[in-house]
């Protein structure tokens, strides 16, 4: 079990009601990313609870995604409590999807130091992270601050916002959250030593969130906390769930708060954003190719195939990534992957639902 004493015990959420849009045409609105083995055998959904395995206990691992993805994350998790999996009426982001799972989760285990955990993200190392996950909750309990995750940047990324940080050790004091930079800062972010990938992983104990949110951010929780002194009646939470405002929780609470700490960890994490960053986790012929599924490639480089039932032939191509499903087929430059998701976005602006 977790070093955390029963004093404090540690409340993993998992929240897990993205779209994956990226990842289409196999992420869909009813099997999304975090239902796809995008990386490995396992779902990414599976992998992320099972890396608790004996670490927080199946009573203390709370998910959260939306009712229409209900049912099919009860059945993929059959270890987890049914009640275990919290539904939010409609995605809101992840200040309201954090706050319905404290208002949750404060009934059964108020004294609970929560982590939060993204349902479609890879993590190697999975003892590091575990050894990682108790310095963070450690430092929540004993100090009282809230805490994030940073990834050690590799590359100039500007696709991820970043932390600042100060001081030295095992957590250090963040000084600023950045947002997504332009090409020469995000070098300078990577050059400096004090700045990390912001996750979007965090640790706190539920009655810091608490007090974070009534200071910082209380519009995300008085309707929640109203709805629960009315008796927190199912069908009434959609109402409450309307008057919440649609923001992240880096937004309405950690860049306002001033006690915020940051873990530098040091095991290998990918956010798996698009189908170039699972491409990573193949292993390319000696043209620099990776395929799935039943291919013939001739004079083909640097590209990727994820077949289904039918043969893909290609020639003469190069830099693209070709993704096969039954009612669908995708063909993308790897430099322009991040347009799948204008792809998603142009069909459901055209009514055409059955694709999404």
């Given amino acids: 079990m977790s070093g955390t004493s029963e004093l404090n015990p540690t409340?993993?959420?998992?929240?897990?009601?993205?779209?994956?849009?990226?990842?289409?045409?196999?992420?869909?609105?009813?099997?999304?990313?975090?239902?796809?083995?995008?990386?490995?055998?396992?779902?990414l959904l599976h992998q992320t609870v099972h890396r608790l395995d004996g670490h927080v206990s199946p009573e203390r691992i709370f998910v959260v995604t939306t009712e229409d993805l209900a049912e099919e994350t009860r059945r993929m998790l059959p270890e987890l409590p049914p009640e275990n999996v919290i539904v939010e009426p409609e995605g809101r982001n992840t200040a309201p999807c954090l706050a319905l799972a404290l208002v949750e989760i404060e009934k059964k285990i108020p004294n609970g130091v929560m982590a939060v955990l993204s349902a479609d993200h890879w993590i190697g190392d999975r003892e590091l992270f575990l050894a990682d996950l108790d310095a963070a909750v450690a430092h929540a309990a004993d100090r009282r601050e809230l805490v994030t995750f940073g990834i050690k940047p590799t590359y100039p990324e500007t696709g991820y916002g970043y932390i600042e940080s100060e001081g030295q050790g095992p957590v250090l004091k963040v000084t600023a959250f950045r947002e997504k930079p332009p090409a020469a800062v995000a070098l300078q972010y990577l050059e400096s030593g004090r700045h990390y990938w912001n996750a979007g992983m965090f640790v706190w104990t539920l009655?810091?969130?608490?007090?974070?949110?009534?200071?910082?951010?209380?519009?995300?929780?008085?309707?929640?906390?109203?709805?629960?002194?009315?008796?927190?009646?199912?069908?009434?939470?959609?109402?409450?769930?309307?008057?919440?405002?649609?923001?992240?929780?880096?937004?309405?609470?950690?860049?306002?708060?001033?006690?915020?700490?940051?873990?530098?960890?040091?095991?290998?994490?990918?956010?798996?954003?698009?189908?170039?960053?699972?491409?990573?986790?193949?292993?390319?012929?000696?043209?620099?190719?990776?395929?799935?599924?039943?291919?013939?490639?001739?004079?083909?480089?640097?590209?990727?195939?994820?077949?289904?039932?039918?043969?893909?032939?290609?020639?003469?191509?190069?830099?693209?990534?070709?993704?096969?499903?039954?009612?669908?087929?995708?063909?993308?430059?790897?430099?322009?992957?991040?347009?799948?998701?204008?792809?998603?976005?142009?069909?459901?602006?055209?009514?055409?639902?059955?694709?999404?």
Wanted: aromatic share 6%; proline share 5%; charged share 25%.
């Fill in 207 to 356: 009655a810091d969130f608490r007090q974070g949110l009534q200071q910082h951010a209380p519009e995300v929780l008085a309707p929640l906390d109203a709805w629960v002194a009315a008796g927190a009646r199912p069908e009434a939470l959609a109402d409450a769930y309307r008057q919440l405002p649609k923001v992240a929780i880096d937004v309405a609470l950690m860049e306002r708060a001033s006690s915020v700490a940051v873990v530098p960890t040091r095991f290998r994490w990918s956010d798996v954003g698009s189908w170039p960053a699972a491409i990573e986790f193949q292993t390319p012929d000696a043209d620099g190719n990776v395929t799935q599924g039943d291919t013939l490639l001739l004079n083909t480089r640097d590209s990727a195939f994820f077949g289904g039932t039918r043969l893909i032939a290609a020639a003469g191509m190069e830099g693209l990534i070709v993704v096969d499903t039954p009612d669908a087929l995708l063909l993308v430059r790897k430099d322009q992957a991040q347009s799948v998701k204008d792809i998603v976005e142009r069909l459901r602006a055209e009514g055409r639902t059955e694709l999404l």
């Fill in 11 to 43: 409340v993993a959420v998992v929240m897990a009601g993205g779209r994956g849009t990226r990842f289409w045409p196999r992420s869909r609105n009813a099997r999304p990313k975090q239902f796809l083995a995008i990386v490995g055998a396992e779902t």
